[in-house]
Structures are given as structure tokens and as C-alpha cells.
């Protein structure tokens, strides 16, 4: 039984059911996404002969909020891509319910009590990592991109529409982890003819790896041959981040992350040449178009992560594709005398995020406790607080910028479809076509 912890806890309005879970963000890797584990209290003589289900959405905003009002369209789509009855348990499923529980999903089940049940939630891979885009202008409504919500409430069928006082929303984020493959070093090299000049100017540009962990400086090395008769006057080295809004086919936007200029060693005449290393720190600044970012709960936003596209030509509508690339441009003169070079690279993370969170150090309680609250220590992350007018629970709100389960509660209920993993990838192409019209309108 585990005595150090960290749950993250959130009851419904009417205090009658609470969700505690292990994670609000899951690692995605190479043999798949990390399953959402949990427990659910429920108080049985309120919920009576009814059942409780949970859901794991998908939220796909692809629009301004505040332009809904003004156009009537809903720049919003939901998928449900996994739903369970949590509550009663069947007695043929309550073996294999308890059988592949975690540690940590064990201690809660012993020490709430009675009416409480562990769950699991297994994401399909074919899910995309939550990317959140930030247009130019300024924006405080509902995060645009791809969320994840996990919904609990209490009904006589899934398809009921939920109650608010007996409801639960709880976002969630899932992100990308680096493969541990270690490859070669970045290269590239390209030689142009200068326009009215004899001879070519020859350009170089290597990076010291693959893939960057956030904060890590981009080193450049840069070698400059001069076999023209112009001189090279400067040299710029800056990193690019490139968008693709895979619902779109003309959603696609690109933003300089971090800039060099120099003239240091220059002018390069004719038949000289220069290596120089530069480096450079990739974060958000001024922007001029929309820009990808990966935001979490406890952490401030930084540059998204990036989520290279499939092998395949099949794309997934819901998807945000982010990449990243150096750029070295070379300056002769005002008339082609322009030479560039692309090196691309990754922004990931190589640890998990658990991996370098602070360990917890409060100790959950030994005696059971039959739903009452099991701590008050910086470990168990409460999601809900008390209005004291009413002596009821009252969601606490983020800041606009932080997606919140609150913002997918403003979709269409129409929106919201349970997918079946199978045939996900026809459903997306499908409602990709229908929302090619509305590009101009979204963006």
C-alpha cells in the first residue's frame, strides 16, 4: 500500500460523486499512449438505481470564440473516443476490474471505502497531442486546438444529456515524447549561382543534434565558401516554426521563434571563406500569425512540442502538425544576392513529465475513510472549491488561456460522437471536406 501520493481530485456541484485520477497529462510514445487511471466515489444512496458513465472527449476548436456569436456557426467539434460505465459494477467485470489496478488505485479503493471503484481509460492511439494555437490578435475566449476532457456523470443512458449538479469535467493534455533513437547530426549545404556574377557562393549548416529539449540553445555551426566575385556582407540565422492545420488545406502559418543577425567576420570577398557557430534560444515573441503552443496546468505555455506527420498521405483532421527548422540566409547584394539553407530539427520532451515534477512528501491517512476528503497536503491537487453562500462545490475557473474541461462544455451538444477506433480514420477525412468551406471564417 502506497503512503506518498500525488491525486488530483474533483467532485461534482452536489458533492454525490468524486473522481480522483493519478495524471492530467499522458505521455504518448512509440508503443502507444498512457492509460488514464483513476477512482470514482459515488454515493450510492443518491445515485440509486441510476448508473454513472465516463468519457474520455476530444475537443477540436477551429475558430474564434467570440466571432461565433457574430457569424452563428460553431467553430467547435467533440469525439467521444472511449466511454465506460463506471458505476454499478457488474459482477462479471468487478474481477477484472480490480485485477490490473495500480498501487496507487489500490490504496484509494481501500481507504475511501466503501462505493469506491477504480477505472481505466485506454486511449486510442490514433489520438493527437494537445496542441493549443494563439491567433495575432489579441484572444481571451475558449483555447483554440486540440483538448481532452474526462467527463463523469450520472444518468439512466450514455446519450442523456448531463446534469451540471451532478456532472464532472476534468481537462486533460496529452504530449509527445522523443524517440530513444539517436540519430545523425542535422546537415545541409546548397550552392547558388549569383545572378550577374561569375563563380557560385557555397553556404554550410550543421546542428550538434536532432532533438531539443525546451530551454536548450540551438547550436548552429555555419561555414561560408566564396567562389563569386561579390562579397558576402551578413549573414542571418533564424529558427522557424511551421503550422499545419491538418483540417485546412490552406491553414498553414509560419513564425520566426528566435533570430540572429550578424556582420561579424563579414564582408566575405571573393575567394575567402568563414565557419562560425551560432546559438540560438527558440521562444514565443511578436507574432504575425497564429502559433503553436503547449500549455499544462502547473507549468507556464511554452513552443509546441513537434508532431511530425504521418508516413502515410492520410492525415488526421483533428491534428496539428508542428515542425521546426533552422534558416541561414546569405547577403551579397540587393539584385539575387540572396543564398538560404534549411536544417530541420524537433522541439520534444525526452522525460516524462512526472519524471521532473517534485516527489510528494504528505502522507495519505491508514484508516478508511468512506469519502471524506483523505488529504490536505500539497499532494492531492483539489479541482474544486466550496461556495460558502450555498455549501456546494463550485468549479475553479483557469485563466482564459489555460484550456479547462469548462471550454469543451461550450461545443454543440450536437458535436459530441462516440468513435469507434476502427473506423476513426473515415470519420475523419469525411468532416475534414465538410469543414474545408469554413477556413476563411475559422482563421
Known amino acids: 500500500m502506497m503512503n506518498n501520493a500525488r491525486v488530483f481530485k474533483k467532485t461534482a456541484p452536489n458533492g454525490k460523486i468524486t473522481v480522483y485520477v493519478e495524471r492530467r497529462e499522458l505521455c504518448m510514445t512509440e508503443d502507444g499512449i498512457q492509460p488514464l487511471r483513476g477512482v470514482l466515489y459515488v454515493d450510492a444512496d443518491y445515485v440509486k438505481d441510476r448508473k454513472v458513465f465516463g468519457q474520455f472527449v476530444l475537443t ?16 467547435c467539434n467533440e469525439a467521444c473516443l472511449q466511454a465506460n460505465i463506471l458505476w454499478p459494477v457488474q459482477e462479471a467485470d468487478k474481477e477484472e476490474a480490480f485485477k490490473n489496478i495500480s498501487p496507487l488505485q489500490d490504496t484509494l479503493v481501500k481507504r475511501l471505502g466503501s462505493g469506491a471503484v477504480p477505472f481505466t481509460f485506454n486511449v486510442s492511439s490514433l489520438a493527437p497531442p494537445s496542441v493549443t494555437l494563439l491567433p495575432a490578435r489579441t484572444y481571451v475566449g475558449a483555447p483554440i486546438g486540440t483538448n481532452y476532457d474526462l467527463r463523469v456523470f450520472v444518468g439512466e443512458n450514455p446519450d442523456d444529456k448531463p446534469h451540471k449538479r451532478s456532472s464532472i469535467k476534468m481537462g486533460m493534455k496529452l504530449y509527445q515524447m522523443a524517440p530513444n533513437v539517436d540519430r ?66 490552406n491553414g498553414k502559418f509560419k513564425n520566426i521563434v528566435a533570430t540572429i543577425d550578424t556582420t561579424e567576420g563579414c564582408p566575405v570577398t571573393s575567394g575567402a571563406s568563414l565557419s562560425r557557430q551560432f546559438k540560438l534560444s527558440p521562444a514565443r515573441g511578436t507574432i504575425k500569425n497564429w502559433i503553436a503552443l503547449e500549455e499544462f496546468y502547473d507549468r507556464d505555455s511554452a513552443l509546441a512540442s513537434s508532431v ?16 521546426y527548422y533552422v534558416k541561414v540566409k546569405l547577403f ?4 539575387g544576392g540572396e543564398v538560404s539553407v534549411k536544417v530541420p530539427f524537433k522541439i520534444m520532451h525526452r522525460k516524462a513529465l512526472d519524471e521532473t515534477d517534485n516527489p510528494p512528501t504528505t502522507l ?42 469548462e471550454d469543451s462544455g461550450r461545443c454543440s451538444e450536437m458535436g459530441q460522437s462516440l468513435v469507434d477506433p476502427d473506423r476513426f480514420r473515415t470519420s475523419l477525412q469525411i468532416q475534414a471536406r465538410n469543414r474545408n468551406r469554413l477556413v476563411d471564417s475559422a482563421c
Do not use: C, W
Not at 217 to 246: C, E, G, L, M, W
Open 60 to 75: 477540436f476548436r477551429y475558430g474564434r470564440e467570440d466571432e461565433e456569436e457574430v457569424m452563428g456557426l460553431r467553430f
Open 184 to 249: 545523425t547530426q542535422p546537415y545541409a549545404s546548397f550552392s547558388k549561382q549569383l545572378l550577374l556574377a561569375d563563380g557560385q557562393v557555397e553556404v554550410e549548416a550543421t546542428l550538434d543534434k536532432e532533438v531539443y529539449e525546451r530551454g536548450e540553445p540551438v547550436v548552429v555551426n555555419v561555414s561560408v565558401t566564396n567562389h563569386s566575385s561579390r562579397n558576402v556582407r551578413k549573414i542571418k540565422v533564424f529558427v522557424v516554426q511551421y503550422v499545419d492545420v491538418a483540417m485546412f488545406s
Open 364 to 405: 495519505l491517512p491508514e484508516a478508511p475513510t468512506n469519502g471524506a476528503p483523505i488529504t490536505t497536503s500539497q499532494s492531492m491537487f483539489d479541482l474544486t472549491s466550496t461556495d460558502t453562500r450555498r455549501g456546494s462545490a463550485k468549479t475553479r475557473r483557469s485563466p482564459p488561456s489555460r484550456s479547462t474541461s
Open 308 to 323: 511530425p506527420k504521418p508516413d502515410t498521405q492520410e492525415k488526421n483532421v483533428f491534428a496539428i502538425y508542428v515542425s
Open 332 to 335: 551579397t547584394s540587393a539584385i
